[in-house]
C-alpha cells in the first residue's frame, strides 16, 4: 500500500515501516559521526555493558537505547506497548522503531531484545526478570521513559487516566492550533482531587519504583547500576499548565521516588536520578496546551542561535557528559540532573519571553518555528525522511524482516 500520514488532532494514525526505519538509522549515524569526529566528549567511558530501557519504542527512550548501543556498545532489552500490523492497516511507529534498532544493533554483534506489552503489568516484570536471568546475567543501568495516559495498578486493577489539568482555578492561556497554524487562547478547568490523583498514579514515581523493586528481589542488577527517569520542568510560561498543575504533582512524586530508590540501591553501589531534559516535539508533548507554541518559539530562538539539540543530540550529550564514571554531574538543589541548562539559558529565555506576548496567527511564521515542529512530529510517524520514496508501495506487515 501506499502509506501517507493521517493525522487527527495530535495523533497520526498510520506510521511508513521504511521511514521510521530511516529515522532510526539517522540516529544511529549521528552517534557514530559524533564518536568519529568528537571522540575526546563520548559516551564509551560510560561503563554501560547491559541495558533496560522501559518505554524504548521512541523519544527519548529509543534516543537511549541508541546511544547506549552505539556509543557504549551496550546490549540492550526494551519494553514498549504496540499495535502490530495487519494487511490493511500499518503499525504504530514504536513497532517499526523497535524492528530497526534491534536489526542495526544484532548486525553489529549486540544483543538486542524488545518486549512487547502492559509495562505497568507485574506480569511484564516477570518477563523482563526471566529474560534478564536467562540472556543477559544483569543490568546496570535502567532508563524510565514510559509514557501512557492510561495505567492499569497491577495491585489493585484499578484503570487510572490522567488529566493534564491546572490545580485550584481554571487557566486562560495562549496556545496554538497545529493543524491550523492559529495561535488561540485556551481555557482550561481545574483538576478534581481525584484526577489529580490518577495523574499521579499514571505518570509519577510509583511504577518506577515497582520495577526496581522487582529487579532488585531478582537479584539482576549489577553492582554500580543506575537508573534514569526523564522529566521536564519548563519555564513560567508552560509552568501554569505544567509544573504548577497535575503534571508538577506526577513530577514531585518521580523525585519522591528517586530518593527511595537511591535508598534501595545503595546497598549495591548504585543510585537513581532523575533527568530534566529539553522540550521536544513528541506525542505526549503534543498533548499538553500551551507547550506547541512555547516550543515553536523555543525551537525558532534556539536555531537562530545555533544552539537547538534535537532528541538524539540531547541524549547523546546527556551520556557523554552526565554518565562518565568521573562526570561532574550538573545537579539542582533537589539532586536531578540538569540537562534542560541550554534551554533555561538567561539568552534563550529572554528572547522567547519578549515573543510571547507578541506572537499571533500572522506573524507566527516570523516568530516561531512552527514549520520545525511539524516537521519533527511527521518524523516521529516515519514522514517526511529525504531519503524515503513515500510513492512506493510498501508492506506494512513487513515484521521483522524490516
Known sequence: MIVNPRIRGFICTTAHPTGCQAAVNEQIN???????????????????????????????GLASRVVAAFGCGANSLGVSFEKAPTTKKTASAGWYNNIAFETAAQSEGLYAKTLDGDAFSDAMRARV?????????????????????VRQHPKTGVLHRSAIKPLGEALDIKSVNVDRGEVVEVSLEPA???????????????????????LLDAQVLAPGCRTMAFTYIGTQLTWPIYWEGTLGQAKLDLDRASLAIS?????????????????????ASSAIPVVPLYVALLFKVMKEQGNHENIISHIYRLFATQLQSEANLRLDADGRIRMDNVELSDEVQQAVLDRWPRVTTENLAELGDLAGYREDFLKIFGFGLADVDYAIDVDPTLGRDL
Request: with cysteine; charged share 15%; glycine share 12%.
Open 129 to 149: 526478570v526471566q529474560t534478564i536471568q536467562a540472556e543477559m546475567g544483569s543490568i546496570d543501568l535502567v532508563v524510565y521513559s514510559l509514557a501512557s495516559p
Open 30 to 60: 549521528y552517534v557514530k559521526g559524533e564518536l568519529q569526529h568528537n571522540p575526546e566528549n563520548t559516551p564509551a567511558g560510560a561503563g554501560i555493558k547491559n541495558v533496560l530501557v522501559l518505554g524504548c519504542s521512541g523519544g527519548y
Open 263 to 283: 535508598e534501595k540501591l545503595a546497598v549495591l553501589g548504585g543510585s537513581a536520578r532523575v533527568a530534566v531534559l529539553k522540550a521536544i516535539v513528541s506525542q
Open 192 to 214: 478534581t482531587p481525584q484526577e489529580t490523583a490518577d495523574t499521579v498514579a499514571v505518570m509519577g514515581g510509583e511504577d518506577w519504583e515497582l520495577w526496581m523493586d522487582a
